[in-house]
Every structure is written in structure tokens, then in C-alpha cells.
């Protein structure tokens, strides 16, 4: 697999950027309020954020059982 250089102009991005652009694109994700775009990682987001937690709590717990192949029992 050929390497090639970034465009004229361009900078690559750092680390912190890529964390910072990742950040941010989760958050809008786990915002929308609809769990089924959600991911493991976004789930894991939730659980870590007590604001988030109060928010999307239950909702994370689901979808994060869904992603692991578990079917919900009398939700």
C-alpha cells in the first residue's frame, strides 16, 4: 500500500485534533437522541458523563445490549 503525501496546502491533522474532531461528531451523534445510530464507544461516552447518564442512561443500556446481540425481556 502506497503512502502518498498530503495535498498541496494541507496540514495533517494531529492527534488532538482527531480526538477533539471524534469528540465532537460523538457528541452531535449521542445529541440527536435516537440510540440506533448509536455505537459501543458512544454508549460508553454516556456511562462516563454524569449530565449524559441523567439524559440518555436507559437508552444507552439498550442500545448497547442490542449492539451485543442481546434481545431486551419486557422493556
Not at 456511562?47 to 440518555?56: D, G, I, S, V, W
Request: hydrophobic fraction near 25%.
Amino acid at each position: 500500500m502506497k503512502q502518498g503525501r498530503p495535498a498541496a496546502g494541507s496540514q495533517p491533522q494531529s492527534g488532538k485534533q482527531r480526538r477533539l474532531k471524534t469528540n465532537y461528531l460523538r457528541v452531535n451523534r449521542i445529541c440527536t437522541g435516537e440510540p440506533e445510530c448509536w455505537t459501543r464507544q458512544d454508549c460508553l461516552h454516556i456511562f462516563q458523563n454524569p449530565q449524559l447518564r441523567e439524559q440518555y442512561g436507559k437508552a444507552a443500556w439498550q442500545q448497547l445490549g442490542s449492539l451485543l446481540g442481546y434481545s431486551s425481556l419486557g422493556t
